[in-house]
Every structure is written in structure tokens, then in C-alpha cells.
């Protein structure tokens, strides 16, 4: 019955996880990709023009992706269409989702799209630069709580090279084995709880 059930459940679990992964790459790719948009459509490019460009262009696995959509355009779908298929197979890819949007409020109520574009692409670089500063200082903050945790350690091997009998009863007494273990379960708590505080989500 497990055997079963993994070889139901296993293919899908793996498709996810799968379709999870491209839908990060995809969304570190975006930026410039958003950005080549932008520089095609001020040179007058048409959507469907910078689309067949984008999907000659721009970064891997985004470019296949953009050669799909182009390929249903090619069939008779819209850009609207089109795109929006791409948004139903990546609903964990909330950039292209507001890209999206922003080609339906520029075709609807006229606006500028090249002007909607432009503020989301400054929106992922500031996004971006606000990462990078994060990922600094947990680092950072990281290595200052890993040195923090070994330092007992440190200091207690220390002291045994200094006089092995003054760390002795620590491994030879009850009440020694009850004060590393109390001593392993802080240390434990300790990195759990900085790992808590560090991870930070956007």
C-alpha cells in the first residue's frame, strides 16, 4: 500500500518541486528581461513585436517560455491571451503577473505602458538592492552567531589542554553529563533562535 501511494504521489510531488525551481529562475531573470522590454518598446516596437524579440533575446528559461507564448500568437491567440496562459502555469511568478496587468491597463485605459513598465522595473531593482543588503548583513550576522556558539567549545577544549583533571568530572560524573547536556540543549536553542531572527522574508 505505501509502495502505492509513493508511486501515485511521487511524479507530482516531483513536478512541483520541479515547476517551483523554473518559477524561481524565472523570476531572477525577469529584471533584465524587463528591462530589454523597456529599451524595445521607447524604439517603437510593437507588444507582439517585443515579444517575438524577448523570445530570441532575453535570459534561459524565460526565452522558451516567450517562444511558447509567441508560438500561440502565431496560432491566432492575442497577447493578452497568450500571456495570460504563461500566468495560469506560473502562479507562484508574481513579476510576470504585474507585467500582465500592466499590458491590460495600458490597452484598456490607454496609458503608458513603456511609463507602467518602467516603475516596476524600478520597483525589482530597489527589491533587489534591499536583497542584496539583506543577505550582507545576515551574513554577516550568521558568522557572529556561529562563532558565538563553538566559543564554549573553544574554550572548554582549551581548558582541558591547560588541566586535563579540571574538566574531567564533566565527562566522568553525573552531574557532568547533566551540564554538557543541559549545555548542548541551549546551544541548540541558541542557533535555532538566531535562525529564526535572521530569516527575513520579503
Not at 573553544?154 to 568530572?169: C, I, K, R, S
Request: some cysteine; charged content about 20%; overall charge neutral.
Amino acid at each position: 500500500a505505501v509502495g502505492w501511494l509513493l508511486a501515485l504521489k511521487t511524479p507530482g510531488w516531483l513536478e512541483k518541486r520541479k515547476n517551483l525551481k523554473k518559477q524561481g529562475k524565472l523570476a531572477e531573470v525577469f529584471p533584465p528581461t524587463l528591462g530589454m522590454s523597456i529599451q524595445a518598446l521607447k524604439t517603437g516596437q510593437t507588444v507582439p513585436q517585443v515579444l517575438q524579440y524577448l523570445s530570441r533575446e532575453c535570459p534561459r528559461p524565460l526565452r522558451e517560455e516567450l517562444a511558447l507564448v509567441c508560438a500561440e500568437m502565431d496560432l491566432g491567440a492575442s497577447p493578452e491571451q497568450a500571456l495570460t496562459k504563461m500566468s495560469e502555469r506560473f502562479p507562484l511568478f508574481p513579476e510576470f503577473r504585474q507585467f500582465l496587468e500592466s499590458y491590460k491597463i495600458a490597452r484598456v485605459t490607454g496609458a503608458n505602458l513603456n511609463h507602467l513598465l518602467e516603475v516596476q522595473w524600478e520597483g525589482l531593482e530597489e527589491k533587489n538592492r534591499m536583497l542584496r543588503e539583506r543577505e550582507a548583513m545576515t551574513a554577516q550576522a550568521r558568522l557572529s552567531g556561529l562563532f558565538m556558539g563553538l566559543l564554549p567549545f573553544l574554550l572548554g577544549f582549551v581548558f582541558f589542554l591547560m588541566d586535563p583533571g579540571l574538566m574531567a568530572p564533566l565527562f566522568t560524573q553525573s552531574a557532568g553529563w547533566a551540564i554538557l547536556l543541559m549545555a548542548a540543549l541551549l546551544e541548540a536553542c541558541g542557533f535555532l533562535w538566531i535562525g529564526h531572527l535572521l530569516r527575513m522574508e520579503f
